[in-house]
């Protein structure tokens, strides 16, 4: 039998990109994926990502939410998963002050409902995403998994934790393989319109003054999306050894080992635009403080990626920027999709 591969979100950001890289991988592979397709963005950009799935004979997709249990049981019964993938989640830290119900719907409900799914049926592998942000309050750095996330600051971060917790106790009690990934900032080309690089972005090119909060005194280990992809497709086909107390639970981060300052981060999108004729100037700025939800910093000890893997994420932000400004300009100038 083939392969069969679940991955959920599959219209997203990461779930876009981690099925063209498993694909090219093995063009055997069959992969269901699962999205709502919901508004949370704009859904054109979500349709143009599954567009290019559909090109995959191999590829199916099943419009539908994870958190209706009816859906995944039926998911389950049709297709005899080898490996699961969870990328559906409501995103973002912000949202989560004013939509809590959602996070629950989703992230806990939704991913209680696939440990259920993969208790009953035999996989080799759960493979789910994690966060940066359940790192919260945390002073030292770099993050390690061995650190302690028992200060969350905002809901999103909450549930997140919650779903390592639910992992781990399912893994201890039926045996399931299960690692979490904890994602440190992801950017890149057909990203998330929510995130802060496509709002300043789309703000620079009309003109507006972008916020910019705590005065700029903020710092993130950006991770370009090629990076995030090739470390869930090694960790994916690995499965984790057993822990001191014997269950089959691993956590790793992946981060590009490297904080940069929001205004550099600035600084050099701005370079890129103007390379790529987006604007002919550095934009107008408006500094405020921060934010409630936002940290101060993200860094990721990658030290468990090198020595289970001997890889790490490697593309610099000059890279990774040059990379997504001219996929914007091609997909909303060139193309004629604004």
């Not at 001219?326 to 909303?332: A, C, I, R, V």
């Amino acid at each position: 039998m083939k392969t069969s591969i679940l991955i959920t979100g599959v219209a997203g950001f990461i779930g876009y990109f981690l099925t063209k890289k498993l694909f090219q991988k093995n063009s055997d592979l069959i992969i269901v994926g699962i999205d709502n397709l919901n508004d949370y963005y704009d859904t054109s950009l979500k349709k143009s990502r599954l567009k290019q799935l559909l090109t995959y004979s191999n590829f199916i997709f099943v419009e539908g939410d994870i958190s209706n249990k009816e859906t995944i049981q039926n998911l389950f019964n049709k297709y005899s998963f080898t490996y699961v993938v969870n990328l559906a989640a409501q995103a973002g830290v912000r949202y989560s002050i004013d939509h809590p119900d959602t996070y629950i719907q989703s992230n806990i409900v939704g991913f209680f409902n696939l440990l259920e799914a993969c208790r009953h049926h035999s996989i080799n592998h759960f493979v789910f995403a994690s966060s940066s942000s359940i790192y919260g309050a945390n002073k030292k750095v770099p993050y390690s998994t061995g650190d302690k996330t028992d200060c969350p600051v905002s809901l999103y971060a909450a549930t997140k934790k919650t779903d390592e917790l639910l992992g781990y106790a399912y893994s201890k009690l039926y045996n399931t393989p299960m690692t979490g990934l904890r994602f440190f900032t992801v950017y890149g080309p057909m990203g998330r319109p929510d995130m802060a690089y496509f709002k300043f972005t789309n703000s620079l090119i009309k003109g507006e003054t972008i916020d910019i909060y705590n005065n700029g005194d903020m710092f993130r280990d950006f991770t370009y999306i090629d990076d995030i992809v090739e470390g869930i497709a090694r960790i994916l086909f690995k499965i984790p050894s057993r822990d001191a107390n014997g269950v089959l639970f691993k956590v790793y981060n992946i981060g590009n080992n490297h904080p940069d300052s929001l205004l550099t981060f600035v600084s050099i999108l701005e370079q890129k635009l103007i390379k790529y004729s987006l604007i002919n100037k550095e934009g107008k700025k408006r500094y405020l403080p921060m934010q409630p939800g936002d940290v101060y910093q993200t860094y990721a000890d990658v030290s468990d990626l090198l020595s289970d893997f001997n890889w790490k994420p490697s593309t610099t932000l000059e890279d990774g920027l040059e990379k997504f400004v001219k996929w914007y300009k091609e997909y909303f100038f060139d193309n004629g999709n604004k």
